[in-house]
């Protein structure tokens, strides 16, 4: 009978000396990203787990993660996670991914022949635009301007250093 290695403790090592792994440096976030979403399509999944995965990747990574999952699966994973919900079935896929990010952060599913007015995907289409998703988010869309707004402290240290060149150049002509 084969031994086989402890899976957590080798991407532990990874993570840990990622200098040792250049080559498949560009493989990790996909490997990462596609055991997530696993996890998060396993028929075994429920709220709870949802809101421990959260925790543990941190909202922001794991929005990052949900917004790259297709509509499809985000509807797989509301749908079982909240069956009862009335507005299921006619909701938008923006609806479906705020529904999973409501999931993960603490809202909790509908119970059958339950309901709550705030719920509903009519809130969305009654002209108020679909949440925004991670990547459309103002971090995530950033720019620069082409100032360095960091300025007065570098701008010192380059008239130093130019100084300094002027000097030594006009020492060596002179």
């Known amino acids: 009978m084969a ?20 080559d ?11 055991l997530v979403v696993k996890q998060l399509k396993a028929r075994a999944l429920r709220v709870a787990s949802l809101r421990l995965i959260r925790e543990v990747l941190g909202s922001e990574t794991f929005a990052l993660i949900a917004d790259g999952m297709s509509e499809s699966e985000v509807k797989g ?9 009335p ?12 529904r999973l990010s409501a999931l993960a952060a603490g809202d909790a599913p509908l119970r059958k022949g339950e309901t709550r007015a705030e719920d509903g ?12 998703r991670a990547l ?26 130019d100084k300094e060149k002027d000097r030594k150049g006009k020492k060596k002509k002179g």
């Open 3 to 22: 031994l086989d290695v402890d899976g957590y403790a080798v991407l532990q090592a990874m993570a840990s000396a990622p200098e040792a792994f250049p």
């Open 121 to 132: 995907p009519a809130k969305l289409r009654a002209g108020e635009a679909p949440p925004e």
């Open 136 to 161: 459309a988010s103002r971090p995530f869309s950033a720019v620069w301007d082409g100032k360095d707004h960091d300025a007065p402290a570098a701008k010192d240290s380059r008239e130093k250093k």
């Open 24 to 34: 498949i440096r560009t493989e990790i976030p996909k490997a990462a990203r596609a």
């Open 87 to 98: 507005s299921l079935k006619t909701a938008t896929p923006g609806w479906h991914r705020h």
């Open 77 to 85: 994973v509301v749908t079982r996670l909240d069956p009862h919900h």
